[in-house]
Nanobody, 122 residues
């Protein structure tokens, strides 16, 4: 089994910064990539940023230049640095880990964390 836990959310004023962390643990052989999604009340879940082994990094247009995604492969941990936060960034942020769990095949599995609330308000 693989567990994914996000942390670092909270209340911040407009223009402020937060750093989200995503820790993956359990029966992981290696991690192919990590994604950050968010879902605001009444809105569809959207992909915010993604990082993979290709190597490839993707950002949603709405966060380009303000958010930075990174990984620490040795710790099976990912990060989302969020700067210049806006009220419209308010949402529950979810981490998704794409991992290999068997040394005998190349099947990747997807694991979601429970989410962490980010609220941007004065």
């Amino acid at each position: 089994q693989v567990q994914v836990v996000e942390s670092g959310g909270g209340l911040v004023q407009p223009g402020g910064s937060l750093r989200l962390s995503c820790a993956a643990s359990g029966s992981i052989v290696s991690i192919y990539g990590m994604d950050w999604y968010r879902q605001a009340p009444g809105k569809q879940r959207e992909l915010v940023a993604a990082i993979s082994n290709d190597p490839r990094i993707h950002y949603a247009d709405s966060v380009w230049g303000r958010f930075t995604i990174s990984r620490d492969n040795a710790k099976n941990t990912g990060y989302l640095q969020m700067n210049s936060l806006k009220p419209e960034d308010t949402a529950v942020y979810y981490c998704v880990v794409h991992a290999y769990i068997s040394p005998d095949d190349e099947i990747r599995y997807e694991y979601w964390g429970p989410g962490t609330q980010v609220t941007v308000s004065s």
